[in-house]
């Protein structure tokens, strides 16, 4: 069984029953964690508060030496932990490394920004932080809260999710340098992560996941800050005069990246009805070149959904939204590409699906694209400002500076006009409705009470070489 990380130390876990952790593609073992229960939550937010004091009062110049050295172990060991990631979560390999390069660059940017600190009153550390993170990008996320928690001078107890724990545990050996107690990982589904946020000395709550957990979090937080970033049901709009030969094979990427288990790109597109024959036939032949096969293979573009659970969650949804009226133009069904075990889904396309189904109001992490035709844009917008939007909705169109007027409502934390889903780590990252809004008067602070929203105009809008298919990508430098 693997162990847990606590005081610096890797240690057995106390208590709890085990569940295995599979790949996803193979079904094959890879490890066996422990779920956590309060014993050992215990264990950890205790050493996490011993730690805190010591490790707030290091200069702001060390801690940012240290955020950079664990950027640079991660960067050394990165074709492993791409590997293992890929193992574990069965995204194709290239996104692992695409992953690996983005934790690299976020340790690095909050370096940076640890060094820039000059102690402001305004901005003093003094938490432990539970950091919480969802299935789908479980070590980004999981760097996504360590990172500027511990440059800050935080301390954390990490619960990565139950499915693809170990790419995090992983993590946790590139963070060795750090003070003992700094950083500690515990294993465990709900139970351990529920326990951890109501354990009184969390002082602080990074959870990324799904709306309804976020929830029962929010709840459970008893008024402790909370950073929430919950799934969302964003729109891909597409208007008559947007450049199809651009659009298809960007909302086709976006949309079908880490087979649809995507947090922040749209999952539901609109299209204006004059043009929306010619549309669904040109995402037709763009899904039919895709390779779904091995993660592990370098030219396959999709790999496995991440669990049986998330495989048959995803055929009720296709089902329930055919029987809502929606009609199938492509996949549809679970199947065994080149004959492996795994939780494959069929690329799935579904055509005249009614606005209020299920597709515009559940979020489905799988690779299902679906699409609305609707009037114009105006109805688009209308129609898309009534599902769940959140993280990051995209617009196709000739007009950028009209789009970037008339999306001013859209509740979307991210829009990007004639780009579908990249720049998230040039701006800032996340949904809009449902971030914890925190303390303090003042004009300083006025910022903390408005809301953000990156706003991306693509300048030059043209194909990029990370979209589909994966067998033409020739950048597989970057990480050792
Ligand atoms: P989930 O909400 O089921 O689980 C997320 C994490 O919360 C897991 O670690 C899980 O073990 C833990 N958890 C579950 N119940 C808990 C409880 N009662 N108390 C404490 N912890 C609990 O989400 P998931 O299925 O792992 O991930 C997919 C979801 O995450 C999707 O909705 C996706 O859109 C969302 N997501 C959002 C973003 C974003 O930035 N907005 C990014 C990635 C994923």
Redesign the pocket.
Known sequence: MHQIFIDGAWVQPLEGPTHAVTNPATLEPIDTVADCGPVDVARAVDAAHAAQPGWQNVPAADRAALVREIGGRVHDNGRDLATLLTRETGKPLCESIDCIEAVVALFNACAAGASLSVGSPHRQPGAVVAA??????PML?MACAIAPAIAAGDTVVC?????NPLSSLMLARACGALPPGVLNVIT???????A??EHADIGRVA????????R??AA?AQGKPIDL????VDAFIVCKDADLELAVPGIVWARLLNAG????SGKHIYVERSIAAEFVERIHQCVGFLDVDDPMKPATDLGPLVSLDAARRVEDQVGRSLREGAKLILGGRRFRPSGLPGHFFQPTILSDVRAGSVPTRE?I?GPVITITPVIDAAEALRLARGSAP??GASIYTSDPQAAVMAVEPLESGMFRINDPASGNTLGP???MRHRGILRELGGADVEVFQRSKYLRVAEAPQRKSWWFPYGARTRWTGCA
């Open positions: 919480i993170a969802p299935f789908n990008f996320f619960k990565p999710p139950p499915e465990g589904g709900a139970e351990a992560g529920q951890l946020i959870f990324t996941g799904s709306a309804a957990v976020g029962t979090i459970a970033e919950p799934g969302s288990q995507v947090c922040t979020e992490l959140g993280c990252f996340g949904g």
